[in-house]
């Protein structure tokens, strides 16, 4: 099968990257979803956040361990996995085409129009990560695709057990996008977070939310934190 970068590609911006962590591709049939954990500077177009081997590894291993975790115990909420390679550190998801962000061109009113029920279903996807005790901040639209009329969860790579060590923003700002950082330093002082301490989980969970509120309906942000 035949693979090909996959870029966001939404009105009046061009073809960006999807993510900050791995390289992105899709099958030429745009049915099989790629997530390749390699720091490639062609598809990173010499923005690479993620320069570290072992940030990289790290990343690879969070991604491995947690979107299995939801395959098993959640299946429904995953697109499903075709096949892992541990050598090159790639994984394969079944998808239909392009990525929720995508499908909505990066406007919330179209959310409702691809999808009706995204709120509730994106609800019980987050109810099912805090059923097995995951904390997930790589929560932007684009880390869901649509298959069979279903939202299906993906990247991992951020995601965190709530039995770890708790981590500061600093420790992770290096794959957190420049502008995400400015929404992020616009509630520290609201929650009363400092960025180079570290900091409970539900305080994170806050943070997180409130810096998508550029991507959500604050409606549904506030669902998402009573969860």
Known sequence: MEYEYYYNDLPGQGLTRNNLIYTSLISKDKNVFVKWYYNDTGYHQGKNQVIEPLLMDEKWERELKYITKMANFFPEHV???????????????????????????????????????????????????????????????????????????????????????????????????????EKIKKYLEFLNIDWNKSQPWSKMDMLCWHAFQDCYDKSFIDKALSV
């Open 79 to 181: 697109p499903k996995i075709l096949d892992i390679d541990m050598k090159n550190r790639k994984i394969f998801l079944q998808v239909e085409g392009k990525d929720f962000w995508n499908l909505a061109e990066g406007q919330i009113p179209n959310y409702y129009k691809i999808l009706p029920d995204w709120q509730d279903q994106m609800l019980d996807i987050i109810k099912a990560h805090k059923q097995l005790s995951l904390h997930k901040y790589s929560m932007h639209p684009s880390s869901y695709f649509i298959v069979s009329g279903k939202l299906k969860s993906i990247n991992y790579f951020f995601t965190y057990s709530k039995f770890e060590k708790n981590i500061s923003i600093s420790q992770v700002q290096s794959h957190i996008h420049v502008n995400r950082q």
